[in-house]
């Protein structure tokens, strides 16, 4: 494990390892955000406090996600003590992120959705902060092979896994899912006539089933009937996400191109001008 650079690379100065990977990370998203944003033709200055509203509500609810773990009150962190020094959640970064765009556009009355300009910013975050996990947190559970990370004793003893032992390395699954997606969104999903929004629905909704499958070897700890807490707050959210997007297949939102129904060109009777004698 690697706390900080220096103890991944001599010369490299002593900052927290994890912390600078999320700001690559950021930087990178901010850099694809740009170029989303000028592709699509959006001028609009108020973006930037979508922007703002995002980075706010990630900050905030990646902290949240993690408090109040515990019934008795007294084994958890004050609100202010989790706000400023207790773990963060990724999941619950997205949903605030979520929330804070949308009370950015309700405060400056922005009207388009923005799910579009997000989406792939977002994916490419996840890539480079998730090397900054690799590098500093529990690989995963045993592999029960010779196969996988294995830790010596110091490195096995800061991150409480277990030493000696062939660990599933599981943000390498991550961020090979998030490069996959990466490379979907940009190079086709973006290009294609998805109602306005929907890419990041679709990358919202197949992060949640990857992650829920790939928690089992996470090594996060067990809550409830075996699954983590990460697990059980999917168990909610994946039906919201896939009832979405069944909606967008049954209202034709993957093909926002294509007129509905109702406007297709009817087909039509002739319609003859010819008279014809009363008899």
């Known amino acids: 494990m690697f706390p900080t650079l220096s103890d991944l690379l001599p010369w490299l100065p002593p ?64 609100l202010v003590d989790q706000l400023a020094y207790g773990n963060a959640s990724m999941l619950s970064a997205l949903v605030g992120a979520w929330l804070g765009v949308h009370v950015a556009k309700k405060i400056c009355r922005y009207p388009d959705r923005t799910g579009d300009l997000f989406a792939p910013a977002v994916a490419l975050a996840m890539v480079i902060g998730r090397i900054g996990c690799l590098l500093t947190e529990e690989p995963g559970t045993p ?23 062939a660990l599933h390395p599981s943000f390498v699954y991550e961020i090979a899912f998030h490069l996959l997606a990466f490379c979907v969104l940009w190079f086709w999903l973006r290009h294609r006539p998805i109602a306005a929004g929907e890419t990041l629905t679709i990358y919202i909704a197949a992060y949640a089933l990857f992650r829920f499958f790939v928690e089992f070897v996470r090594g996060n700890d067990v809550a409830w009937l075996g699954l983590t807490r990460p697990q059980l707050f999917l168990l909610l959210t994946i039906p919201l996400l896939l009832g979405r997007l069944w909606w967008m297949l049954r209202t034709g939102r993957f093909h926002a191109n294509r007129p509905p129904a109702s406007a297709q060109t009817a087909v039509s009777l002739p319609v003859t001008t010819e008279r014809t004698d009363a008899r």
Do not use: C, M
């Not at 509203?53 to 004050?78: K, M």
């Open 15 to 78: 900052l927290e390892t994890h912390g600078v990977f999320v700001a690559l990370g950021l930087l990178a998203a901010g850099i694809v955000f740009v170029i989303e944003k000028r592709r699509r033709g959006v001028t609009d200055h108020r973006v930037a406090y979508l922007v703002l509203g995002a980075l706010v509500g990630a900050a905030v609810f990646s902290r949240l996600g993690t408090w109040a773990q515990h019934l008795d009150p007294t084994q958890n962190l004050s």
């Open 143 to 165: 592999t029960g092979t010779s196969w996988g990370i294995v830790l010596d004793t110091e490195a096995a003893q800061r991150v409480g896994a277990e030493a000696g032992v």
